[in-house]
């Protein structure tokens, strides 16, 4: 029997093997073409730009409320600052208008008062020196309040002797070791009413009758 010799078609098919140097020969696959710019594919574009847009503007908004609360409280601390101040101010106007009110009443008091009291002062002593006088019995004569009152001395000494003295707010004079007021001691002396006649008239009556009126402590 004679061999068969196998036919090229019987043998079975190789799968060849890629060398490397044939994966070293490949390439890369090639990149994706570029879009084509067709109306669809811009009408997304535009879509995801608003998009975007819109999310950019909903953030700032929500970073302006609290900028803008930041804004409105500096603006009423100033407001605020400024009203404080217009109040001092206010408040320091009327302080010197009330201190130069006072100042102009303590002048005008002065301005007016002192010729008063000189006046008073003199008119006293010039009216007092006219109107008290001695008698040739020794007796002095007073004239307080167009009332004449003749005394000596000794007379009016003993009509104090009963008489207790009265609190002292400015002038004494003492008699027979008692400290009287200086209107009290002329009242009582020479039987006359008090509103008839002044501290300065009274010192002068008891110094003509040779007592010594005396002033307290500042």
């Known amino acids: 029997m004679v061999a ?13 093997s890629r060398s490397l140097d044939s994966v070293q020969r490949v390439g890369p696959p090639e990149e994706a073409s570029a ?10 574009m535009l879509i995801d730009v608003t998009a975007h847009l819109m999310n950019a503007i909903d953030k700032a908004s929500r970073l302006g409320e609290p900028l803008e609360r930041i804004a409105l409280a500096a603006e009423a601390g100033a407001e605020a600052r400024e009203s404080e ?39 006293d002593r010039i009216y007092l020196h006219r109107s008290a006088y001695a008698t040739a019995s020794g007796s002095h004569v007073f ?16 009509r104090l002797k009963t008489v ?9 004079v003492a ?4 400290r009287f007021p200086v209107k009290q001691a002329v009242a009582a002396g020479l039987d006359a009413q008090r509103a008839a006649f002044s501290s300065s ?4 009556v008891l110094r003509k009758l040779g007592f010594d009126p005396q002033a307290t402590g500042p």
């Open 4 to 16: 068969r010799t196998p036919r090229k078609e019987d043998q079975p098919i190789r799968r060849a």
């Open 201 to 204: 008239q009274a010192i002068s």
């Open 35 to 44: 879009p084509r710019l067709t109306p669809e594919w811009l009408a997304s």
């Open 175 to 178: 008699i027979d070791g008692k």
């Open 143 to 158: 004239t307080l309040g167009g009332v004449r009152h003749e005394i000596t001395r000794d007379q009016f000494s003993d």
């Open 85 to 123: 101040e217009a109040r001092r101010e206010i408040t320091r106007y009327r302080r010197r208008r009330r201190s130069l009110k006072a100042a102009a009443a303590i002048v005008i008091a002065i301005a007016v008062l002192i010729p008063i009291a000189i006046f008073t002062h003199a008119f």
């Open 164 to 172: 207790d003295p009265e609190a002292i707010r400015k002038y004494w």
